[in-house]
Structure formats: C-alpha cells, structure tokens
C-alpha cells in the first residue's frame, strides 16, 4: 500500500508535509520493558506475579486487525516507525497513545506503578528519542490521587499533550469523582483522550457481553457519545472553559446525531442540569474533537462531504494514521474533494488548537 | 434578527396517518390483578413482582413531568392516569390527529420480570388486557403480543396462543435483552416470528439487567433518553453478524422510539468494520447494511431536529423513506404531533410512505 | 367567556378587548382566550397580566396548559439559584421554557434566518433568544378588567 501523500500532492494547493498524527501506537510495553523504571518493590510485585502482557481485552494489539500484515515488528519498533510513518509521511509530529491494560488493573497502587513507569519508558524509549514524537500521559483513573499526583509531576515535559482514558470506563468520565483529575489536567493544559477500548468494569451493552471482535468495535461509538454526554450533563466543561476531549479512533461521524439528540433533550430537560448552559451541540463543538481514522463515511465523495457538513464546524476533526493498525490508509482516509481550508485544518492547525502543550 | 417560526405547514393529508408507538395504560395499579389467575394475584400481594430496577415502583431517572414522563394535558377529564381511558385517548389521539390505526405497546413489566413464571403469566395477562380494553372495543387500535423473551420456550407459547388474533400486528420485546439479541437464545421465537410473518417491535426501556452505559450507569435523564437508543443499535449490529437474517430471511424488525439518525454512521460503520473483519463472523456473509435494509424498519419518534433542517433530508436519503414509519408515542412528554413534527419539506410520495403506507404493508392493516 | 369591545379602529391603531376579569385568573394560573380567532394564553404574575399565543411554536401544544415556574440557574454543577418567580411557562409536552413576559424559548441558539425551512447556526452565537419564540401581546388592567391589544 503506497503511503506516499499522492492523493494531496496531485491537487497541488495543499501540501501534506507537517502534518500532525494524533493517533500512533507503540508496541505495548512488556515487563522487561518497564522493569528499568520500577523500584525494587514494585519489581518483585510484577516478577514474582507474572504481572505481564497488559493487554485489553476489547483493543487486542495482537489480533488480525491491529497489525498490518506487511508490518510485523522486528527489530526496533521506533526504526520501523520512522521508516514506515514518520519519514514517508513527513510528519510535524506524533501522538502516541499506548492503550495498555494499566488502566484496566484493579490494584490502585499497582496501577499507578505502572502507569508511572509505562511513562518513563515511553520517554527514554520514544520521546527522547525521536523530536517528532509527541504522547499522550497514563494516569490510573483508578486511583484518583495518585492519577493527580503523575499529572503535576509530568507538567513540565510538554511532549506529553494530553491524559489518556478510553471509550469503556469504570464510572462515566463527568463523574465527581474524576473531577480532581480534570482539574490538574485543565491547570497544565493536558486535554483528555479517549481511545475506542473498555477496561470492561462494566458489559459492553445493555444485554452484556457481545460475541465478538466486530461487535466490540462497533458498539465502541455508543460508549463515546455516552462519555461526552456525560462530561456535558455533569458539568466538566461549565467548570473548565479550556478543556476539551479528543475522541481517539472513534469513527466521527456518531457525532451530528448525538449533537441533534442531546440539543433536543436537553431544551426540556434543562432544569435537571441547569449548569449546561449551552445547548449540548454547541458545547460539544467547543470541547469535543476526533481523530480521522478511521472514518465511518459512504464510499461516494459527496455525500461523504455531506455527512461530515452535518458537525457545522470544520474545527473538529484532527488526522491521525492509527499506525500501525491494519486500517492504516495514511492520507488516503480524507474524502476527495475537501476544500483546501479544510484539509490545512484537519492537518495542522486544529490539532495546534486543541493541544495547547504542543509544539513546545 | 428574524424570527422564524420553524414548523411545516399543516399538510392536507388525504390518508390518515398510521402512529406506530402508542402507550395504552392501567386505569388503576390493580387493574391488570384481574386478567390474572389467583395464585399469582396472590403471589404479587404478598411478593410484588421484582425486575432490575433497584426500586420498587419509583423510576431510576425520574422524568421531567408527572405520571412517569407524560404530557401534562393527557390526563382524562373522567379520572386515571393517560391513556388508561379508551374514550379520551380517542379523541385527543385518534381524531385530533387524524390517526387511522394506532399500535399498542404497552410498556409491560412482564417481560422483565425476574420470577420467569410470573412474567410468562404476566404477559398473557397484558395480552388479555389489551384486547379487552383497547383493541377489542376500538377496531383503530392493534395490540403486540408481549412475551417474556429471555424465557423462549414459554414466549413462543404465547406468540402460538396469540397468532390466529388478527388484532394482534406484531411481537413485542424489549431490546435490554439478558444477552445480545442476537444469541441463539432468542433463535425459537425469531423462528415462530418468521414462520407466521409477524413482525417483532423492539421498544426501548427503562432499565435493564446492566448499566445503561458501558461505562457504568448514569446520573441523569438527560443522558439516560438517549442512551435507550443504544440498545437498538445493539439489537441490530447482534443480529445481524450473529447470522439471524441467513436464519430467517423474512424476519421482520421494528425499532421503536429510537430515533434514526444514527443508522447511517452505523451502517458505514458496521459495513467498514465487516470488510477486514468477515472471516471473524463467517455467518455474516454479506455487507452488514444490506441485511439491515432488507429486514428493518424504524419509527420516526423522538423526531430528529438538526440545527439544520436540510440535515434531516440527507438522513432520510441514506436510510430510504420506505423503512421509516411515523409513531407519536402519546400519551409521552416527547410526543410527536403528526400535522408538525417533520420539518422539512417532504414529497407528497415520501409523506404518503412515511405516515401510512410502510406500515399498513408491514402490519397488514387492510 | 370574553367580551369583545372594541375601540374606532383609526387607521393602524390596535384593537383593544377586554379578555377577562382581574378575579377570574388568580396569581400564578393562566387563561386560554380567543380573540379575533387567535388562541391567546393570558396569565397572572403576581398581579401583573401578561399574554402570548397559545400555540407553543415548537409543535403546537397548548402553553396554556403548561405549568408556570420560576428560572433555575447554575453557573457550577449542583449550585442552583432561583429567581423569577411565576415568570416561566414549560410547554405540557417538550417541557420547554418560555418567558412569560417576552415570549423568549430558553434555551434557543441564536439563529439566522436564511430561507423558508432553512436555518442556520450563527458561529459562537450566545444563548438568548431563537426562532422560538411564542407571540407576545400587550395587557392592561381597566378598572377590574383585564384588556388585550391586537
């Protein structure tokens, strides 16, 4: 598959060179991997326990629709990355989202071990490594004082862009509970990223689990629209104006109808929630933006242009690769024929707005 | 600024309208006690009847108006609450909106009963009610054979009870099933549906054996009436790639009360997904979408209001206006009245479709 | 039961009929009137009437049926204030709020309007008033009457 940036390069206005991916992954880290950034503690812990291989459940890294089937890794990850995306591609930057299965522990101080390390690694073994690079910071949402307390001491290095949590969480993310963690993130201007995955607290639907991978993936936009409703009634945006969530391969285009129903709703359910202030399809086309891989859009270039009309605003959109998975299509997933305002935003400038941290 | 007055003009209609989601109700708590035998009348006295919800008798998400979410001006004159009064519920639905045929659904405890017993005696008794108090006097209103769907067995008895009634259109089920509504569970009554052409209604509920959300319950309504719709979205993706239309190609899906929005992305999506993804579910043989246009259809309440109302015409091209079928859910808050609730221009053709004839061809009406 | 009584019509000027008695609606109620073949939903706030058509614009219900409330606001989740007492309607359906006193929905985006059925979101438009907005008359009190102009 050519990844070469053909398809923008014929239309000569725009150049694709600089973009900024929002969506990359490294291979998960491996307790070797992590075992460098553990105290004598915590490597007993994960040694003698076989803690190992946290991988989820509903984002299987291994499994056929995770790896391009021409991309298996040997050798360094970071080499083939550079080879394969980062030069090709000409990127400005990277945004690596390691989706582990940290946040799925139950041990809170467990969690919390490892999400500090699995930080430290992503650092030595990627940031420092590669100026492009750019990563999203784990923080155990399970323990709320410990998830604060890795926000503050990662402030400084503003390669970290934005916290990670998924699509599937314990609570739903407005809760009260998570407040604190906001309010770090909003103080150093981390945003929040939300990666399609579940740490399966709770079934993936009504009628509990689905059979299978497919069904998983699919339902996954119905757990995003239920997390942005909920940092919306519980009132996360009304207490931080600059916060916003990154909806991280989701699909996008679940979105127009959650913003007509909510809006819908919300004019006569307004007196249960009177701090949303705004109707909920203007406060999710401030806070709210997704990454561009994958796209859930008809094959024909116009209607697809059509239902992406349907966000009424060209801000929301970030492009990202989603390397390595096998749906990697580089900048083959934009639609023909967006107008070259468009793309300069879904390529640049609206991740340079919705990151404050980015770009140094 | 001007104002603008967003409603479509009230169209001269030269059909009547078929409203697809009608909530009839018990004139009194203890009224469906009668259409009950007496070992479970006295079951429920000393018992009550249990189902998820962790109250008994008040809602999760309490709604925003009394009576459990109704309008404020469905309450009969003559006493009980909306909809329990056959006369009223003629004149302020049937003739004020000029509705030709109603379909019952009634929100009926009995398929989410946990005694699964119970909930078997329960739905018959709901069935017997119905006919008794709504379709039997009142030829405008056709009933849904409500069945305790985790219990299959015992749901097709009563789907055999029913069939030869021809006041009976469709299956009722709700769509927070106690697995994905795909399983091979549900497969005898899909069968029994397929078998005598009924189509199976599937009307959103209030609670379910899970959280409302994958990521735990919410604590609001606000995010509750959505998420209602997330369990159709369920019903369809499970069905189809659990291979339930290779089953039963003539299997008919109604669902209910779950708006329509969504079912392009979902399409695009589930189609997207299958393509690298097929050899996961090898019963799923061809592109997900296609089985949901051949074996669904979809009610038009809570009607969808982009911002931009020309939004909504791409929508109706995506999904194609022979599957949508017009519902008011009265006696609800979130009504919908048939002379004001599209508004967008619809063609003559389209409104005719819409308003009546899919679902006088789906329910066999005449 | 309303009685019409109306003034020379000279050129433009408004018609005035007296609608009601001050007694028949008590503070805090309302009362569906007919005028010239309008529908029109008179209230009583605190001894000040006040009226707008009855027909809510979103889809038709009777706002004379609604229930009358006062403004709940929250600048921070679970801090809610209450103010205007009596000066809010919510349509007996959707529940949407309307100013008694202006006719204003609440909760309306600013709008546009571009062509028949066709409206826009105006970019970063601030919450106040919308296309919904419910017809406004004015009112006055003559003695013990309560008089409406059209």
Redesign the interface.
Known sequence: MNVMPTKLEAAGAITAAGAIDCDIHTPLPRRTDLLPYLDEYWSEIVTSREVDVLELMTAPERTRPYMRPDWKPDGDPLAAMQKNLLDPLQLRYGILNVVTGAQALYDPYLAAAICRATNDWIVEKWLDRDERLRASLLVPFQNVPAAVEEIERRAGDKRFVQILTLAGTELPLGR?VYWPIYEAAAKHGFQIGMHTGSNLRNAPSHSGYHSYLIEDLISMTQGFSTQVASLIA??VF??HPSLKVVAIESGVTWVPPLMWRMSKD??????E???V???P??IIRRHVRMTSQPLDLPDDPAEAKAALSHL?SDEMVLFSTDYPHWHFEGFEVLPDGLPDEMLEKILRTNAYATYPRLGG | ????????EKTEQKFGVVDCDVHPAFSSPTEILNYLPEQWKAHIRDYAMRTPNPFLGAMIYPR??PGGGM???SWPPAGGPPASDLDFLRKQLLEECGIDYGILQPLAAGSTALNQNLGAAMCAAINDWQIDKFAGPEPRLKASICIPQDDPKEAVAEIDRRVTDRRFVQIAMPPRTMEPAGRKRYWQIYEAAEHYGLPIGLHTGAFGYRPNTSSGWTSFYLEEHFAASNSLQTVMSSMILEGVFEQFPKLKIVLVEGGFSWLPSLFWRMDREWRRMKSEVPQCKRPPSEYAKANFWYTTQPIEEP????HLLDILRWIGTDKLMFSTDYPH?????P???F???LTPAERQAIFHDNAVKLFGLK | MSVLEKQAPRGRAPSKHVVARTDEIADGAAKLVHVEGRAIAVYNVKGEFFAIANRC??????LC???I?AL?????????RISRHGELVRC??????FDIRTGK?????????VKS?????QKG?A?V?????AEVFKVSVDDSYVVLEL
């Open positions: 009260m519980e009132g009304t207490r919300w004019r006569g359910t307004r007196i929630t009177p701090w202030k705004d109707s399809g203007d009424l | 600024m001007e104002t603008v007055l967003e409603r479509s925003m108006t309008r404020r001006d911002e931009n109302n020309r808050w979130d009504f919908d009245d002379r004001y609730a508004k967008v221009p | 614009p979103h889809e038709g219900a009777d049926k609604g229930k409330v709940f606001e929250a600048d921070a989740p679970g801090e809610v007996p359906w959707h529940g949407w709020e929905s609440w909760c309306d985006p600013a709008r546009t309007r059925y066709d409206v826009e979101v438009g919450l008033e919308g296309p919904y907005k």
